[in-house]
């Protein structure tokens, strides 16, 4: 399955994932098609965030569920996220 690098328009979850306005995520291009109504994948949108996230790209990884409860959290500049399952 192919990978397309998106820019997030709204505050939300993808897939059990909260991501944020701007972040810029390399997403499934069945969940790209699935959520086009709150990412874009033009060139130009992805470039912009690029510019002003500074350079990051956020490799979605899908939700685990852990206690009955979603594992949601956005991953922003400069933050790093550890998982263990």
């Known amino acids: 399955m192919a990978n397309k690098k998106v820019r997030v328009l709204v505050d939300g979850a993808i897939d059990g994932v909260f991501y944020r306005c701007n972040d ?22 992805v470039s912009y965030a690029l510019s002003i996230n500074e350079g990051v790209v956020i490799e979605h990884v899908v939700a685990v569920e852990v206690v009955g409860e979603p594992l949601v959290g956005g991953i922003g500049a400069g933050d790093t996220a550890v998982i263990s399952v």
């Open 24 to 45: 810029v995520v390399n997403l499934p291009d069945t969940l790209a098609k699935a959520h086009a109504d709150a990412v874009d994948a033009g060139k130009e949108a």
